[in-house]
């Protein structure tokens, strides 16, 4: 569901200074734990638990958003390649009850092994879900190896890939 200020992404509330992107049924919008820098996110408005459980026509245009939006995202970070990821139900690693792609830059040599992308992904969904979790304690932070970004780092490049989408006219 949109509001004036944003859009609701499960139970989870994505502020309209994140949301980079926006066609018929979709939005994209920047990560709060991303695997890689420029690690977004494009989801519908309605929110679907399940990818096979979405119509024809919102599949067709949540594709062509993750397309667009990879385009944006391999050009803005210098990249050579995309990885676009479904993690279609909670045994497939998915934490947020709400169907989106990952859209990730990849270039060569950011992972050791090329599938550790899909273990990064994994941390990136813990991450966001302990956003919504009581705080973490010291111990749990220093067991991540990536932090959580601040609502002005998301704003500043959810802006810059709004400037740029306009800028290419993709």
């Not at 990849?106 to 050791?112: A, L, T």
Request: aromatic letters at 8%; one cysteine or more.
């Amino acid at each position: 569901m949109a509001t004036s200020s944003g859009q609701h992404f499960g139970t989870k509330f994505v502020d309209a200074a994140q949301i980079f992107f926006r066609s018929k049924h979709s939005f994209g919008f920047v990560n709060l734990a991303p695997a890689v820098p420029g690690h977004v996110l494009v989801a519908p408005y309605e929110r679907i638990s399940r990818f096979t459980d979405l119509s024809e026509e919102v599949i067709a245009d949540l594709w062509q958003s993750a397309r667009t939006i990879g385009r944006v995202v391999e050009r803005e970070n210098n990249a050579t390649s995309l990885t676009f990821a479904i993690q279609d139900g909670p045994d497939a690693g998915r934490t947020v009850d709400h169907v989106h792609v990952h859209v990730i830059p990849r270039k060569p040599g950011d992972f050791e092994r090329n599938d550790d992308v899909y273990h990064e992904i994994d941390i990136a969904e813990k991450l966001e879900q302990l956003a919504s979790a009581p705080p973490p304690t010291t111990a749990d932070l220093l067991q991540q190896d990536r932090r959580l970004r601040t609502e002005e780092e998301m704003a500043a490049e959810a802006a810059r890939l709004t400037a740029l989408l306009a800028e290419c006219s993709i």
